[in-house]
């Protein structure tokens, strides 16, 4: 009996968001999904906070100072449900390709760094959010809970995702590991911050931190990452220290194959298109044959992960028996559980 592996071409973005114009950034993204949908891609995966743009101004100079940043972005982060989240799984849909957005959520009062799994119906298949915000951005964002540590299963495989770095958090990345994760969308903001001056944040450790994730995981691994535009940096640099410290470009988009090796042509980080490589999830069990640390490489005599799943509500109405909860705490937001799908 011979088993018939999914395989098919994947995209990951290379480019520069519609910084802080949310309308703008999703006319961008549909133009990004049709053009990878038109090259025959049934995956698409996007940069981290794509929309409506990663916050550089968090790293630029004082929380005083980026204030004047904060209600724009805000304003313009995604929030499920409305026209614009309408539109982004209308032309999924439309293009019949599952999407992976990378985007600040907008949950009433807080932000969240999330990833929105779109599948080729237009049909949610998973929102998750970074579980730790990475020193400053926790400034801005919120943080995820254990239901974002999941594996989704999917025609084109076993689908996950983590944003920057979370793929430098050991357990959480064992987490994925353990639930077969087969095709893992990694992603990255730009590797154009305090170059020369921070070498863990530059494209050096995190390319490799993505193809170590593919060769630890045994899975596919696309990696968006944006590029930073001379518009943005005109924005936010507003003196010669602050130009020094973003630069523009920094895009380092990469695809992995489970055994490591690069299997798209890397753009030249200053430039923005997609990177396409065509997968063979049949690829999988070659790599596994040598190595499944979740599996056949394990010793959880010696080992093993604790994880809670449990959704993190911030609020769970409950009353005492025989007593009825009149209305709702909170019309609008849905619990995790519900927001999870």
Not at 52 to 71: E, K, N
Not at 118 to 147: M, Y
Request: proline share 7%.
């Amino acid at each position: 009996m011979s088993i018939d592996h999914p395989t098919y071409r994947a995209a990951a973005v290379q480019a520069a968001p519609a910084f802080l114009d949310l309308d703008a950034g999703v006319d961008k993204a549909i133009a990004l999904i049709a053009e990878a949908a038109a090259n025959g891609a049934k995956l698409i995966g996007f940069p981290e906070t794509w929309l409506p743009g990663y916050p550089w101004f968090i790293w630029l100079d004082s929380p005083a100072w980026g204030m004047q940043f904060v209600q724009r972005y805000h304003d313009n982060s995604l929030v499920y449900g409305s026209p614009q989240a309408d539109r982004l799984a209308a032309a999924a849909r439309e293009h019949s390709i599952t999407v992976v957005m990378g985007l600040s959520e907008r949950q009433a009062g807080s932000l969240y760094i999330a990833q929105w799994i779109i599948g080729p119906d237009g049909g949610t298949i998973a929102r998750r959010r970074k579980l730790k915000p990475t020193h400053v951005e926790r400034t801005v964002f919120g943080e995820g809970d254990g239901s974002d540590l999941t594996v989704y299963p999917t025609p084109l495989g076993r689908l996950g995702g983590l944003c920057c770095w979370e793929h430098l958090q050991p357990l959480s990345k064992y987490a994925m590991y353990a639930q077969d994760e087969q095709v893992h969308v990694g992603a990255w903001p730009s590797f154009s911050l305090y170059v020369g001056g921070a070498y863990a944040l530059g494209p050096e450790v995190n390319t490799s931190a993505s193809r170590v994730y593919a060769v630890e995981g045994q899975c596919f691994v696309l990696a968006p990452c944006a590029t930073v535009s001379s518009e943005m940096v005109e924005l936010l640099c507003t003196d010669d220290t602050k130009r020094a410290l973003l630069q523009p470009g920094g895009g380092h988009a990469r695809i992995f194959a489970p055994d490591g090796q690069e299997i798209a042509e890397a753009l030249a980080p200053d430039v923005e298109g997609i990177l396409y490589a065509d997968l063979d999830l049949g690829m999988i069990s070659l790599a596994k044959a040598a190595a499944d640390p979740s599996g056949h490489y394990s010793r959880p005599d010696v080992t093993r992960l604790l994880l809670n799943k449990t959704p993190g509500d911030r609020v769970v109405p409950f009353s005492a028996p025989g007593v009825e909860i009149e209305g709702d705490l909170d019309p609008v937001a849905p619990t995790r559980a519900e927001a999870s799908g």
